[in-house]
Protein backbone atom coordinates (compact mmCIF):
# COMPACT_ATOMS: atom_id res chain seq x y z
CA UNK A 1 0.00 0.00 0.00
CA UNK A 2 2.81 2.40 0.88
CA UNK A 3 4.31 1.71 -2.74
CA UNK A 4 1.16 2.38 -4.44
CA UNK A 5 0.72 5.96 -2.44
CA UNK A 6 4.60 6.56 -3.03
CA UNK A 7 4.44 5.84 -6.69
CA UNK A 8 0.45 7.46 -7.28
CA UNK A 9 1.90 10.81 -5.12
CA UNK A 10 4.85 10.84 -7.58
CA UNK A 11 3.21 10.94 -10.95
CA UNK A 12 0.44 13.24 -9.54
CA UNK A 13 2.59 15.97 -8.60
CA UNK A 14 5.16 15.51 -11.62
CA UNK A 15 2.11 16.18 -13.00
CA UNK A 16 0.57 18.98 -11.44
CA UNK A 17 4.05 20.44 -11.39
CA UNK A 18 5.07 19.98 -15.05
CA UNK A 19 1.49 21.54 -15.84
CA UNK A 20 1.12 24.21 -13.18
CA UNK A 21 -0.61 26.91 -14.83
CA UNK A 22 -2.89 25.11 -16.27
CA UNK A 23 -3.94 23.35 -13.08
CA UNK A 24 -3.50 26.55 -11.04
CA UNK A 25 -6.41 27.78 -13.27
CA UNK A 26 -8.33 24.68 -11.55
CA UNK A 27 -7.22 25.67 -8.28
CA UNK A 28 -8.61 29.68 -9.00
CA UNK A 29 -11.94 28.17 -9.97
CA UNK A 30 -12.33 26.17 -7.11
CA UNK A 31 -10.79 29.26 -5.18
CA UNK A 32 -13.69 31.45 -6.15
CA UNK A 33 -16.64 28.79 -5.91
CA UNK A 34 -14.59 28.65 -1.92
CA UNK A 35 -15.29 32.23 -1.83
CA UNK A 36 -19.03 32.33 -2.88
CA UNK A 37 -20.20 29.81 -0.33
CA UNK A 38 -17.99 30.99 2.65
CA UNK A 39 -19.61 34.50 2.03
CA UNK A 40 -22.83 32.91 1.44
CA UNK A 41 -22.78 31.11 4.36
CA UNK A 42 -21.47 34.22 6.29
CA UNK A 43 -24.45 36.05 5.09
CA UNK A 44 -26.60 33.52 6.19
CA UNK A 45 -25.16 33.63 9.28
CA UNK A 46 -25.06 37.44 9.57
CA UNK A 47 -28.55 37.48 8.40
CA UNK A 48 -29.33 34.97 11.00
CA UNK A 49 -27.49 36.37 14.17
CA UNK A 50 -29.16 39.40 12.98
CA UNK A 51 -32.22 38.50 13.59
CA UNK A 52 -32.02 35.95 16.49
CA UNK A 53 -28.86 37.25 18.46
CA UNK A 54 -31.12 38.99 21.59
CA UNK A 55 -33.25 35.50 21.51
CA UNK A 56 -30.53 32.86 21.39
CA UNK A 57 -28.67 34.72 24.15
CA UNK A 58 -31.68 34.98 26.50
CA UNK A 59 -30.87 32.77 29.60
CA UNK A 60 -34.82 32.30 29.94
CA UNK A 61 -35.18 29.12 28.27
CA UNK A 62 -38.88 29.40 28.08
CA UNK A 63 -41.20 32.05 25.78
CA UNK A 64 -44.59 32.73 27.03
CA UNK A 65 -47.01 33.69 24.52
CA UNK A 66 -50.59 34.67 23.84
CA UNK A 67 -52.37 31.50 22.89
CA UNK A 68 -52.80 31.71 19.05
CA UNK A 69 -50.52 34.18 18.00
CA UNK A 70 -48.15 31.60 16.33
CA UNK A 71 -45.23 32.29 18.26
CA UNK A 72 -45.20 35.85 16.38
CA UNK A 73 -43.79 37.90 19.22
CA UNK A 74 -45.42 41.15 17.91
CA UNK A 75 -49.07 39.20 17.66
CA UNK A 76 -48.59 38.58 21.51
CA UNK A 77 -50.05 40.43 24.08
CA UNK A 78 -50.02 39.33 27.57
CA UNK A 79 -50.81 41.02 30.74
CA UNK A 80 -49.63 41.89 33.94
CA UNK A 81 -51.93 39.38 35.57
CA UNK A 82 -50.32 36.65 33.35
CA UNK A 83 -46.99 37.70 34.88
CA UNK A 84 -47.77 37.02 37.92
CA UNK A 85 -49.33 33.93 37.37
CA UNK A 86 -46.45 32.26 35.49
CA UNK A 87 -44.24 33.48 38.72
CA UNK A 88 -46.44 31.00 40.48
CA UNK A 89 -45.85 28.31 38.17
CA UNK A 90 -44.15 25.11 40.53
CA UNK A 91 -40.15 24.83 38.99
CA UNK A 92 -40.46 28.93 37.45
CA UNK A 93 -37.33 30.18 39.29
CA UNK A 94 -37.73 33.47 37.55
CA UNK A 95 -40.17 35.65 34.75
CA UNK A 96 -39.89 38.67 33.10
CA UNK A 97 -42.02 40.94 30.56
CA UNK A 98 -40.13 41.89 27.41
CA UNK A 99 -42.03 44.26 25.48
CA UNK A 100 -41.01 45.12 21.63
CA UNK A 101 -41.21 48.08 19.60
CA UNK A 102 -38.73 49.67 16.25
CA UNK A 103 -37.80 53.67 17.58
CA UNK A 104 -35.41 55.93 15.42
CA UNK A 105 -32.06 56.98 17.54
CA UNK A 106 -30.97 60.28 16.77
CA UNK A 107 -27.40 60.72 15.87
CA UNK A 108 -25.59 64.44 15.85
CA UNK A 109 -25.17 66.53 12.45
CA UNK A 110 -26.43 65.44 9.30
CA UNK A 111 -26.13 62.07 10.40
CA UNK A 112 -29.93 60.26 9.01
CA UNK A 113 -31.50 58.46 12.31
CA UNK A 114 -30.49 55.38 13.27
CA UNK A 115 -33.43 52.38 13.22
CA UNK A 116 -33.27 50.51 16.65
CA UNK A 117 -35.39 47.41 18.38
CA UNK A 118 -36.45 49.27 21.06
CA UNK A 119 -36.83 46.72 23.88
CA UNK A 120 -38.73 47.09 27.41
CA UNK A 121 -37.25 44.69 29.81
CA UNK A 122 -37.85 44.87 33.95
CA UNK A 123 -34.66 45.62 35.66
CA UNK A 124 -33.26 42.50 38.08
CA UNK A 125 -35.50 40.14 35.66
CA UNK A 126 -35.40 37.55 33.03
CA UNK A 127 -34.76 39.47 29.45
CA UNK A 128 -32.25 42.23 31.01
CA UNK A 129 -28.88 41.72 29.32
CA UNK A 130 -25.85 41.71 31.44
CA UNK A 131 -23.96 44.91 31.04
CA UNK A 132 -20.10 44.26 29.98
CA UNK A 133 -19.66 48.24 30.63
CA UNK A 134 -21.02 50.69 33.25
CA UNK A 135 -24.21 49.74 35.35
CA UNK A 136 -27.59 47.48 35.01
CA UNK A 137 -30.78 49.40 34.85
CA UNK A 138 -32.15 50.66 38.13
CA UNK A 139 -35.44 50.62 38.49
CA UNK A 140 -38.78 50.14 36.03
CA UNK A 141 -39.72 53.37 35.91
CA UNK A 142 -35.70 55.01 35.23
CA UNK A 143 -35.09 56.93 32.35
CA UNK A 144 -32.13 55.15 31.59
CA UNK A 145 -31.22 52.34 29.28
CA UNK A 146 -28.58 49.75 28.00
CA UNK A 147 -27.40 49.62 24.65
CA UNK A 148 -26.14 46.67 22.70
CA UNK A 149 -22.78 46.70 21.47
CA UNK A 150 -23.82 47.02 17.80
CA UNK A 151 -25.69 50.43 18.72
CA UNK A 152 -22.74 51.78 20.79
CA UNK A 153 -20.55 51.14 17.15
CA UNK A 154 -22.67 52.49 14.89
CA UNK A 155 -23.81 55.40 16.93
CA UNK A 156 -20.49 55.55 18.50
CA UNK A 157 -22.37 56.38 22.05
CA UNK A 158 -20.59 55.98 25.65
CA UNK A 159 -21.54 55.09 28.67
CA UNK A 160 -22.95 58.59 30.78
CA UNK A 161 -23.64 59.95 27.16
CA UNK A 162 -27.50 60.70 26.72
CA UNK A 163 -29.42 59.35 23.81
CA UNK A 164 -32.51 60.52 21.80
CA UNK A 165 -35.13 58.27 20.12
CA UNK A 166 -37.90 59.73 17.97
CA UNK A 167 -41.34 57.51 17.88
CA UNK A 168 -44.81 58.05 16.36
CA UNK A 169 -47.49 58.14 19.09
CA UNK A 170 -50.73 58.93 17.99
CA UNK A 171 -50.16 61.14 14.73
CA UNK A 172 -47.11 62.78 16.35
CA UNK A 173 -43.19 62.40 16.50
CA UNK A 174 -42.33 62.36 19.70
CA UNK A 175 -38.92 62.54 20.84
CA UNK A 176 -37.03 60.86 24.51
CA UNK A 177 -33.82 61.40 26.04
CA UNK A 178 -32.19 58.72 28.08
CA UNK A 179 -28.97 58.28 29.76
CA UNK A 180 -27.28 55.53 29.13
CA UNK A 181 -25.80 53.27 31.89
CA UNK A 182 -24.62 50.13 30.37
CA UNK A 183 -23.51 48.56 27.33
CA UNK A 184 -23.99 44.92 26.49
CA UNK A 185 -22.94 42.24 24.30
CA UNK A 186 -23.59 42.25 20.50
CA UNK A 187 -28.10 41.62 21.14
CA UNK A 188 -28.97 42.40 17.76
CA UNK A 189 -33.43 41.90 17.44
CA UNK A 190 -34.56 41.67 13.96
CA UNK A 191 -31.83 42.43 12.48
CA UNK A 192 -31.67 46.09 14.23
CA UNK A 193 -29.42 47.51 16.93
CA UNK A 194 -30.91 47.08 20.33
CA UNK A 195 -32.08 49.94 23.47
CA UNK A 196 -33.11 48.23 26.28
CA UNK A 197 -35.22 50.25 28.35
CA UNK A 198 -37.24 49.99 31.66
CA UNK A 199 -40.56 48.00 30.58
CA UNK A 200 -42.77 50.84 32.29
CA UNK A 201 -40.52 53.59 30.53
CA UNK A 202 -40.75 51.44 27.70
CA UNK A 203 -44.47 51.74 27.74
CA UNK A 204 -44.63 55.59 28.08
CA UNK A 205 -42.23 55.77 25.20
CA UNK A 206 -42.85 53.31 22.59
CA UNK A 207 -44.65 54.15 19.11
CA UNK A 208 -48.40 54.19 19.79
CA UNK A 209 -51.83 54.30 17.96
CA UNK A 210 -53.93 57.36 18.51
CA UNK A 211 -55.98 54.98 20.89
CA UNK A 212 -53.68 54.06 23.15
CA UNK A 213 -51.53 57.42 23.72
CA UNK A 214 -53.88 58.21 26.91
CA UNK A 215 -54.25 54.37 27.98
CA UNK A 216 -51.84 53.53 30.83
CA UNK A 217 -52.02 49.50 30.98
CA UNK A 218 -48.87 48.26 30.28
CA UNK A 219 -49.05 45.18 28.18
CA UNK A 220 -45.81 42.89 27.15
CA UNK A 221 -45.63 40.81 24.35
CA UNK A 222 -44.10 37.74 25.56
CA UNK A 223 -42.94 36.71 28.91
CA UNK A 224 -39.33 34.96 29.38
CA UNK A 225 -39.23 32.56 32.05
CA UNK A 226 -36.01 31.39 33.74
CA UNK A 227 -36.42 27.96 35.33
CA UNK A 228 -34.83 26.01 38.65
CA UNK A 229 -33.70 23.09 36.72
CA UNK A 230 -33.47 23.72 32.99
CA UNK A 231 -33.84 19.72 32.20
CA UNK A 232 -37.73 20.26 33.73
CA UNK A 233 -38.57 22.61 30.52
CA UNK A 234 -40.79 19.98 29.05
CA UNK A 235 -43.17 19.58 32.85
CA UNK A 236 -42.37 23.07 33.15
CA UNK A 237 -44.11 24.40 30.03
CA UNK A 238 -46.93 21.91 30.28
CA UNK A 239 -47.36 23.57 34.23
CA UNK A 240 -47.88 26.77 32.70
CA UNK A 241 -50.07 26.17 29.61
CA UNK A 242 -52.21 24.09 32.36
CA UNK A 243 -52.42 26.92 34.66
CA UNK A 244 -52.05 30.32 33.20
CA UNK A 245 -55.55 31.19 30.86
CA UNK A 246 -54.68 31.75 27.10
CA UNK A 247 -51.35 31.01 26.70
CA UNK A 248 -48.84 28.84 24.50
CA UNK A 249 -45.30 28.66 25.15
CA UNK A 250 -42.15 27.88 23.42
CA UNK A 251 -38.65 26.77 23.39
CA UNK A 252 -36.29 29.92 22.26
CA UNK A 253 -35.50 27.65 18.86
CA UNK A 254 -39.13 27.60 18.05
CA UNK A 255 -39.85 31.38 18.89
CA UNK A 256 -36.23 31.71 16.57
CA UNK A 257 -37.59 29.74 13.43
CA UNK A 258 -41.21 31.79 13.88
CA UNK A 259 -39.43 35.15 14.05
CA UNK A 260 -41.02 37.02 10.47
CA UNK A 261 -38.83 35.98 7.42
CA UNK A 262 -36.24 33.63 9.52
CA UNK A 263 -37.41 30.31 8.21
CA UNK A 264 -37.34 31.61 4.20
CA UNK A 265 -34.33 33.96 4.60
CA UNK A 266 -32.15 30.92 5.98
CA UNK A 267 -33.37 28.19 4.13
CA UNK A 268 -33.25 30.60 1.04
CA UNK A 269 -29.56 31.31 1.60
CA UNK A 270 -28.83 27.31 2.45
CA UNK A 271 -30.69 26.49 -1.01
CA UNK A 272 -28.01 28.98 -2.78
CA UNK A 273 -25.00 27.44 -0.96
CA UNK A 274 -26.18 23.95 -1.72
CA UNK A 275 -26.24 25.06 -5.32
CA UNK A 276 -23.24 26.29 -5.60
CA UNK A 277 -21.93 23.31 -4.47
CA UNK A 278 -23.19 21.64 -6.78
CA UNK A 279 -21.40 23.45 -9.50
CA UNK A 280 -18.74 23.33 -7.95
CA UNK A 281 -19.04 19.30 -8.37
CA UNK A 282 -19.33 19.59 -11.91
CA UNK A 283 -17.01 22.42 -12.59
CA UNK A 284 -14.62 20.19 -10.89
CA UNK A 285 -15.57 17.03 -12.37
CA UNK A 286 -16.46 18.13 -16.07
CA UNK A 287 -12.37 19.87 -15.71
CA UNK A 288 -10.95 16.33 -14.74
CA UNK A 289 -13.69 14.19 -16.91
CA UNK A 290 -11.98 16.21 -19.87
CA UNK A 291 -8.07 15.95 -18.36
CA UNK A 292 -8.53 12.01 -18.19
CA UNK A 293 -10.03 12.15 -21.96
CA UNK A 294 -7.15 14.05 -22.97
CA UNK A 295 -4.56 11.55 -21.70
CA UNK A 296 -5.77 7.64 -22.35
CA UNK A 297 -3.06 6.78 -24.41
CA UNK A 298 -0.98 8.09 -21.18
CA UNK A 299 -3.04 6.19 -18.71
CA UNK A 300 -2.97 3.47 -21.51
CA UNK A 301 0.94 2.88 -21.83
CA UNK A 302 1.57 3.56 -17.75
CA UNK A 303 -1.04 0.56 -17.43
CA UNK A 304 0.70 -1.62 -20.50
CA UNK A 305 4.07 -1.04 -18.61
CA UNK A 306 2.78 -2.52 -15.64
CA UNK A 307 1.36 0.05 -13.42
CA UNK A 308 -1.85 -1.68 -11.06
CA UNK A 309 -5.14 0.24 -11.24
CA UNK A 310 -4.69 1.32 -7.62
CA UNK A 311 -1.97 3.56 -8.50
CA UNK A 312 -3.56 5.19 -11.58
CA UNK A 313 -6.55 5.56 -9.05
CA UNK A 314 -5.02 6.87 -6.12
CA UNK A 315 -2.50 8.96 -8.85
CA UNK A 316 -6.12 10.44 -9.66
CA UNK A 317 -7.66 10.91 -6.46
CA UNK A 318 -4.33 12.71 -5.28
CA UNK A 319 -4.13 14.88 -7.66
CA UNK A 320 -7.89 16.46 -7.47
CA UNK A 321 -7.88 16.57 -3.66
CA UNK A 322 -4.39 18.28 -3.83
CA UNK A 323 -5.77 20.50 -6.47
CA UNK A 324 -9.21 21.14 -4.14
CA UNK A 325 -7.30 21.76 -1.19
CA UNK A 326 -5.09 24.41 -2.85
CA UNK A 327 -8.62 26.25 -4.54
CA UNK A 328 -10.27 25.97 -0.56
CA UNK A 329 -6.98 27.48 1.15
CA UNK A 330 -7.20 30.68 -1.56
CA UNK A 331 -10.49 30.69 -0.92
CA UNK A 332 -11.13 30.93 1.93
CA UNK A 333 -7.67 33.36 2.27
CA UNK A 334 -9.59 35.41 0.23
CA UNK A 335 -12.69 35.64 2.10
CA UNK A 336 -10.65 36.20 4.88
CA UNK A 337 -9.36 39.33 3.41
CA UNK A 338 -12.71 40.92 1.81
CA UNK A 339 -14.42 40.33 4.77
CA UNK A 340 -11.87 42.74 6.62
CA UNK A 341 -13.11 45.33 4.28
CA UNK A 342 -16.90 45.33 4.90
CA UNK A 343 -18.20 47.88 6.90
CA UNK A 344 -20.27 46.30 10.50
CA UNK A 345 -23.95 47.42 8.48
CA UNK A 346 -23.36 44.39 6.03
CA UNK A 347 -24.33 41.39 7.96
CA UNK A 348 -21.67 39.35 6.61
CA UNK A 349 -20.15 36.65 10.16
CA UNK A 350 -17.53 34.47 9.83
CA UNK A 351 -18.89 31.96 12.45
CA UNK A 352 -16.54 29.03 13.40
CA UNK A 353 -18.54 26.35 12.79
CA UNK A 354 -20.28 27.06 9.67
CA UNK A 355 -17.28 28.04 8.34
CA UNK A 356 -15.90 25.33 8.98
CA UNK A 357 -18.78 22.72 7.40
CA UNK A 358 -18.60 24.87 4.30
CA UNK A 359 -14.57 24.45 4.39
CA UNK A 360 -15.26 20.46 4.55
CA UNK A 361 -17.92 20.61 2.06
CA UNK A 362 -15.55 22.33 -0.35
CA UNK A 363 -13.26 20.06 0.13
CA UNK A 364 -15.44 16.97 -0.44
CA UNK A 365 -16.37 18.26 -3.79
CA UNK A 366 -13.61 17.62 -5.63
CA UNK A 367 -13.64 14.12 -4.74
CA UNK A 368 -17.16 13.79 -6.01
CA UNK A 369 -16.88 15.33 -8.94
CA UNK A 370 -13.87 13.75 -9.73
CA UNK A 371 -15.16 9.99 -9.10
CA UNK A 372 -16.75 9.69 -12.71
CA UNK A 373 -13.18 10.50 -13.95
CA UNK A 374 -11.51 8.21 -11.37
CA UNK A 375 -14.06 5.31 -12.45
CA UNK A 376 -13.14 5.94 -16.47
CA UNK A 377 -9.63 6.01 -15.70
CA UNK A 378 -9.59 3.10 -14.29
CA UNK A 379 -11.59 1.59 -16.67
CA UNK A 380 -9.11 2.47 -19.57
CA UNK A 381 -7.98 -1.07 -21.86
CA UNK A 382 -4.42 -0.19 -22.39
CA UNK A 383 -4.75 -2.54 -25.88
CA UNK A 384 -7.39 0.32 -27.37
CA UNK A 385 -5.77 3.08 -25.46
CA UNK A 386 -2.88 2.04 -27.55
CA UNK A 387 -4.73 1.55 -30.83
CA UNK A 388 -3.60 -2.59 -30.33
CA UNK A 389 -6.95 -3.85 -30.41
CA UNK B 1 1.60 -16.59 -9.79
CA UNK B 2 0.48 -20.41 -9.64
CA UNK B 3 0.76 -21.37 -13.09
CA UNK B 4 4.63 -23.04 -13.95
CA UNK B 5 5.89 -25.02 -16.55
CA UNK B 6 9.15 -26.29 -18.07
CA UNK B 7 10.74 -24.36 -20.88
CA UNK B 8 14.24 -24.26 -22.25
CA UNK B 9 13.66 -20.87 -24.10
CA UNK B 10 12.82 -17.80 -22.77
CA UNK B 11 9.86 -17.59 -24.45
CA UNK B 12 7.80 -20.41 -25.93
CA UNK B 13 4.30 -20.57 -27.40
CA UNK B 14 2.25 -23.85 -28.26
CA UNK B 15 -0.93 -23.66 -30.54
CA UNK B 16 -1.93 -20.05 -29.45
CA UNK B 17 -5.35 -19.28 -31.55
CA UNK B 18 -7.26 -16.29 -30.77
CA UNK B 19 -10.62 -15.56 -32.00
CA UNK B 20 -13.15 -12.87 -31.97
CA UNK B 21 -17.11 -12.80 -32.71
CA UNK B 22 -18.24 -10.29 -35.16
CA UNK B 23 -21.31 -9.57 -36.97
CA UNK B 24 -20.24 -11.50 -39.82
CA UNK B 25 -19.27 -14.67 -37.93
CA UNK B 26 -16.27 -16.17 -36.03
CA UNK B 27 -12.54 -14.62 -37.36
CA UNK B 28 -9.37 -16.21 -36.41
CA UNK B 29 -7.08 -13.53 -35.79
CA UNK B 30 -4.16 -15.90 -34.40
CA UNK B 31 -4.37 -19.37 -35.76
CA UNK B 32 -2.39 -21.88 -34.15
CA UNK B 33 0.92 -20.06 -33.67
CA UNK B 34 3.88 -21.91 -32.13
CA UNK B 35 6.99 -20.28 -31.82
CA UNK B 36 10.18 -19.93 -29.66
CA UNK B 37 12.61 -17.31 -29.15
CA UNK B 38 15.82 -17.53 -26.86
CA UNK B 39 17.52 -15.36 -24.57
CA UNK B 40 19.73 -12.84 -26.45
CA UNK B 41 17.90 -13.82 -30.01
CA UNK B 42 16.09 -10.53 -31.75
CA UNK B 43 13.30 -11.80 -34.00
CA UNK B 44 10.96 -9.96 -36.39
CA UNK B 45 7.22 -10.59 -36.62
CA UNK B 46 6.12 -9.29 -39.78
CA UNK B 47 3.36 -9.66 -42.37
CA UNK B 48 0.37 -7.79 -44.58
CA UNK B 49 -1.72 -5.51 -42.75
CA UNK B 50 -4.55 -8.11 -40.94
CA UNK B 51 -1.85 -10.93 -40.79
CA UNK B 52 -2.40 -10.86 -37.51
CA UNK B 53 0.89 -9.77 -35.86
CA UNK B 54 -0.23 -7.28 -33.56
CA UNK B 55 -2.84 -9.56 -31.73
CA UNK B 56 0.01 -11.62 -30.96
CA UNK B 57 2.23 -9.00 -30.03
CA UNK B 58 -0.52 -8.11 -27.26
CA UNK B 59 -0.91 -11.64 -26.11
CA UNK B 60 2.79 -12.07 -25.86
CA UNK B 61 2.75 -8.70 -23.70
CA UNK B 62 0.08 -10.07 -21.41
CA UNK B 63 -1.95 -7.54 -22.70
CA UNK B 64 -4.60 -10.06 -24.25
CA UNK B 65 -5.46 -13.27 -23.28
CA UNK B 66 -5.86 -15.70 -25.80
CA UNK B 67 -8.61 -18.30 -26.68
CA UNK B 68 -6.45 -21.04 -26.34
CA UNK B 69 -2.54 -22.00 -26.54
CA UNK B 70 0.01 -21.73 -24.17
CA UNK B 71 2.41 -18.20 -23.83
CA UNK B 72 5.82 -19.63 -21.28
CA UNK B 73 7.59 -16.64 -20.23
CA UNK B 74 10.17 -18.12 -17.81
CA UNK B 75 8.02 -20.83 -17.07
CA UNK B 76 5.05 -19.08 -16.39
CA UNK B 77 1.65 -19.52 -18.41
CA UNK B 78 0.97 -16.04 -19.23
CA UNK B 79 -2.87 -17.86 -20.61
CA UNK B 80 -3.03 -19.16 -17.05
CA UNK B 81 -2.49 -16.50 -14.97
CA UNK B 82 -4.93 -13.87 -13.14
CA UNK B 83 -5.40 -10.32 -14.33
CA UNK B 84 -3.37 -8.99 -11.33
CA UNK B 85 -0.19 -11.55 -12.00
CA UNK B 86 -0.45 -10.33 -15.94
CA UNK B 87 0.45 -6.77 -14.33
CA UNK B 88 2.94 -7.97 -12.25
CA UNK B 89 4.41 -10.16 -15.39
CA UNK B 90 4.21 -6.95 -17.58
CA UNK B 91 5.70 -4.75 -14.70
CA UNK B 92 8.65 -6.78 -14.19
CA UNK B 93 9.33 -9.78 -16.74
CA UNK B 94 8.46 -7.61 -19.96
CA UNK B 95 9.86 -4.52 -21.81
CA UNK B 96 8.04 -3.05 -24.28
CA UNK B 97 8.19 -0.08 -26.75
CA UNK B 98 5.17 1.42 -28.91
CA UNK B 99 4.70 2.47 -31.89
CA UNK B 100 3.61 6.22 -30.60
CA UNK B 101 2.31 8.02 -26.98
CA UNK B 102 5.51 5.86 -25.67
CA UNK B 103 6.58 8.18 -22.99
CA UNK B 104 4.81 9.73 -19.74
CA UNK B 105 4.71 13.24 -21.34
CA UNK B 106 5.15 15.30 -17.27
CA UNK B 107 8.17 13.17 -16.89
CA UNK B 108 11.57 13.67 -18.09
CA UNK B 109 14.00 11.55 -20.25
CA UNK B 110 15.72 9.85 -17.04
CA UNK B 111 12.43 9.87 -14.98
CA UNK B 112 10.50 8.18 -17.94
CA UNK B 113 13.47 5.14 -17.48
CA UNK B 114 13.27 5.29 -13.79
CA UNK B 115 9.59 4.90 -13.44
CA UNK B 116 10.20 1.49 -14.34
CA UNK B 117 12.95 0.85 -11.37
CA UNK B 118 10.61 3.10 -9.02
CA UNK B 119 7.25 0.25 -10.27
CA UNK B 120 9.92 -2.28 -9.37
CA UNK B 121 10.76 -1.27 -5.91
CA UNK B 122 14.31 -1.32 -7.51
CA UNK B 123 14.78 2.67 -7.69
CA UNK B 124 18.39 2.69 -5.55
CA UNK B 125 21.31 4.48 -6.15
CA UNK B 126 22.53 1.74 -8.79
CA UNK B 127 19.17 2.13 -10.64
CA UNK B 128 19.59 5.30 -11.06
CA UNK B 129 23.40 5.10 -12.27
CA UNK B 130 22.21 2.40 -14.76
CA UNK B 131 19.69 4.70 -16.11
CA UNK B 132 21.67 7.36 -16.47
CA UNK B 133 24.55 4.61 -18.22
CA UNK B 134 21.79 3.53 -20.45
CA UNK B 135 20.73 6.81 -21.60
CA UNK B 136 24.29 7.67 -22.34
CA UNK B 137 24.76 4.42 -24.22
CA UNK B 138 22.04 5.55 -26.49
CA UNK B 139 23.52 8.69 -27.43
CA UNK B 140 20.91 10.74 -25.29
CA UNK B 141 23.31 12.08 -22.57
CA UNK B 142 22.12 15.71 -22.72
CA UNK B 143 18.75 14.97 -23.02
CA UNK B 144 17.88 13.48 -19.92
CA UNK B 145 16.24 16.07 -18.17
CA UNK B 146 14.24 16.76 -21.30
CA UNK B 147 10.40 16.58 -21.27
CA UNK B 148 9.38 13.93 -24.23
CA UNK B 149 7.98 17.41 -25.96
CA UNK B 150 11.04 18.56 -26.00
CA UNK B 151 12.68 15.60 -28.05
CA UNK B 152 12.77 14.68 -31.64
CA UNK B 153 10.93 11.07 -32.48
CA UNK B 154 14.16 9.25 -32.88
CA UNK B 155 15.13 10.45 -29.45
CA UNK B 156 11.83 9.47 -27.95
CA UNK B 157 12.33 5.95 -28.85
CA UNK B 158 15.42 5.67 -27.48
CA UNK B 159 14.20 6.63 -24.17
CA UNK B 160 11.49 4.35 -24.87
CA UNK B 161 14.37 1.50 -26.00
CA UNK B 162 16.25 2.66 -22.20
CA UNK B 163 12.54 2.42 -20.72
CA UNK B 164 11.89 -1.45 -22.02
CA UNK B 165 15.49 -2.58 -21.03
CA UNK B 166 16.27 -0.74 -17.83
CA UNK B 167 14.76 -3.17 -15.43
CA UNK B 168 16.29 -6.74 -16.99
CA UNK B 169 12.91 -7.63 -18.61
CA UNK B 170 13.14 -11.76 -20.22
CA UNK B 171 10.85 -10.36 -22.90
CA UNK B 172 11.75 -7.21 -24.81
CA UNK B 173 8.57 -6.25 -27.07
CA UNK B 174 8.82 -3.49 -29.87
CA UNK B 175 5.42 -2.64 -32.02
CA UNK B 176 6.38 -0.59 -35.05
CA UNK B 177 9.45 1.47 -33.37
CA UNK B 178 10.52 2.60 -36.60
CA UNK B 179 7.10 4.08 -37.75
CA UNK B 180 6.96 7.76 -37.14
CA UNK B 181 11.19 8.05 -37.78
CA UNK B 182 12.74 9.05 -40.77
CA UNK B 183 14.76 6.09 -43.01
CA UNK B 184 17.82 7.16 -41.20
CA UNK B 185 17.35 7.02 -37.75
CA UNK B 186 15.11 4.44 -38.45
CA UNK B 187 18.11 2.10 -38.71
CA UNK B 188 19.50 3.77 -35.73
CA UNK B 189 17.04 3.10 -33.39
CA UNK B 190 16.70 -0.79 -34.88
CA UNK B 191 20.88 -1.03 -35.00
CA UNK B 192 20.98 -0.06 -31.15
CA UNK B 193 17.76 -1.99 -29.76
CA UNK B 194 19.25 -5.07 -31.37
CA UNK B 195 22.87 -4.49 -29.88
CA UNK B 196 21.22 -4.28 -26.24
CA UNK B 197 19.05 -7.33 -26.80
CA UNK B 198 22.17 -9.40 -27.76
CA UNK B 199 24.23 -7.63 -25.23
CA UNK B 200 21.62 -8.03 -22.27
CA UNK B 201 20.50 -11.43 -23.76
CA UNK B 202 17.18 -10.50 -23.57
CA UNK B 203 14.50 -12.28 -25.64
CA UNK B 204 13.16 -9.76 -27.98
CA UNK B 205 10.15 -9.23 -30.13
CA UNK B 206 9.63 -6.54 -32.87
CA UNK B 207 6.83 -6.20 -34.76
CA UNK B 208 7.52 -4.31 -37.88
CA UNK B 209 5.67 -3.76 -41.61
CA UNK B 210 9.20 -2.57 -42.75
CA UNK B 211 11.19 -5.33 -44.18
CA UNK B 212 14.10 -3.28 -44.23
CA UNK B 213 14.20 -2.93 -40.41
CA UNK B 214 14.66 -6.87 -40.47
CA UNK B 215 18.60 -6.46 -41.67
CA UNK B 216 19.42 -6.67 -37.46
CA UNK B 217 17.58 -9.32 -36.16
CA UNK B 218 18.51 -13.15 -35.71
CA UNK B 219 15.13 -14.41 -37.38
CA UNK B 220 11.88 -13.22 -39.53
CA UNK B 221 8.65 -14.51 -38.42
CA UNK B 222 6.02 -14.43 -41.76
CA UNK B 223 2.60 -14.31 -40.27
CA UNK B 224 -0.37 -14.29 -42.86
CA UNK B 225 -4.08 -14.67 -42.10
CA UNK B 226 -3.21 -15.52 -38.63
CA UNK B 227 -0.67 -18.35 -39.10
CA UNK B 228 2.86 -18.21 -38.90
CA UNK B 229 3.63 -18.95 -42.78
CA UNK B 230 7.26 -18.81 -42.87
CA UNK B 231 10.45 -18.64 -40.90
CA UNK B 232 13.74 -17.12 -42.21
CA UNK B 233 16.48 -18.10 -39.81
CA UNK B 234 19.81 -18.01 -42.32
CA UNK B 235 21.62 -14.63 -42.03
CA UNK B 236 22.09 -14.27 -46.18
CA UNK B 237 18.74 -15.23 -46.72
CA UNK B 238 17.10 -12.09 -44.20
CA UNK B 239 19.90 -9.79 -45.37
CA UNK B 240 18.25 -10.80 -49.19
CA UNK B 241 15.08 -9.85 -47.83
CA UNK B 242 16.22 -6.75 -46.31
CA UNK B 243 17.65 -5.65 -49.37
CA UNK B 244 15.25 -6.56 -51.38
CA UNK B 245 12.51 -4.72 -49.64
CA UNK B 246 15.55 -1.63 -49.90
CA UNK B 247 15.76 -1.85 -53.43
CA UNK B 248 11.42 -1.81 -54.15
Wanted: no cysteine; charged share 20%.
Amino acid sequence: MKQVFSIAGYLAIKEIWRNRGRFFLVSMVIALITLLVLFIAALGEGLGNGNREYISKLDAPIMVFQSKSDFLIQASRLGRDRLAAIRRVDGVKDAGMLGVANASLILPGNQEPMKIALLGIEPGHSGEPQVEQGNQLSTSLAQEVIIDRNTALRSKLAVNDNLTIRVTQGTRDEFFTFKIVGISEGLQFALQPSVFVPFFTWDRVRSKSEAEVNLSNPVANVILVKLDNDADINSVRQRIEGQVNNVETATLNQAIQALPGYSAQQSTLNTQGGFTLFIGVLVIGGFFQIQILQKVAQIGVLKAIGTANPIVAAASIFQIMLITMVGVAIGALFAFIFSLTFPPTVPIVFNGTTSLLAVVALLLIGPIGGLASIRYAVRIEPLKALGLS
Amino acid sequence: MTTTATSSYALETKSVIKTYQSDSGTIQAVDDVSLQVTAGEFVALVGPSGSGKTTMLSILAALLQPSSGQILLDGQDLAQISDVDRVTMRREKIGFTFQANNLVPYLSALENVELMLRLNKRLDKTGRLRARELLARLGLADRMHNLPGQMSGGQQQRVAIARALIHNPSLVLADEPTASLDTERAYQVVETFAGLIHEQKRAGIMVTHDLRMVEFVDRVLLMRDGKLVQIYSDKPEILELARGSRSQ
